[in-house]
């Protein structure tokens, strides 16, 4: 959707799609077929247990881990608050 809405000619964007789609699917068949295969897993929760507990991730991992989770939040929060402005903004040229 971003390249698409980045560029104006349809013909150009319509090609561009197509060849970024077909490597998309090349990774996705990569990641999600063969990379599996040869690993155990790629997630701290090993054998099927998704939760963190104290064998998953250790203390200096947590110190870590949860501001930057808190840093995440924060930003993604910004980014909502500027694109609500920005719409309000918008609107009201608009329906001057």
């Known amino acids: 959707m971003i390249l698409r809405a980045a560029m104006g000619d349809d013909d150009r964007v319509g090609r561009l799609s197509a060849v970024y789609n077909v490597f998309a699917f090349v990774m996705l068949v990569i990641l999600l077929m063969v ?3 040869y690993t155990e897993s790629l997630h701290p929760g090993k054998d099927g247990n998704p939760g963190f507990n104290s064998y998953d991730l250790d203390n200096s ?4 881990f949860y501001p930057a989770v808190i840093g995440w939040g924060a930003l993604c929060y910004w980014i909502y608050t500027l694109r609500l402005r920005m719409n309000r903004i918008e609107y009201r040229l608009l329906t001057q």
């Open 61 to 64: 991992l947590r110190a870590v």
């Open 35 to 37: 990379l599996p295969r």
